[in-house]
């Protein structure tokens, strides 16, 4: 798949692009991406780098730490220990069938 940046999706700037990376990879690998470029309609650094930063976004969201004060870090632990309340709209949602069924 020849590389071209016609056709740029997003807010940045082809001139904004000033670092490069470099990879290698196999030819299976390198030509089921570029089949997947394709058919989205992307180049294969648009495809790669989009899917890239959404796995590295997916990662660096499930590793969030926060830090808590004792007396805050006790009132979120008895948030967290505290028994359910009722919640009819959940109930309700709950009940009604699922769409795909």
Sequence with gaps: MKEHHQGRTGSENPDDR??????????RQRDLVDRAAQIAGKTRTEFILEASCRAAEE????????????????AFVDLLDAPVQPNPKLQALMKRPARWK
Excluded at 18 to 27: D, G, W
């Design 59 to 74: 990662v660096l969201l499930n590793q969030r730490l926060f830090s808590l004060d004792d007396d805050r870090y006790q």
């Design 18 to 27: 000033s670092t490069v990376i470099n990879f290698r990879a196999p030819k």
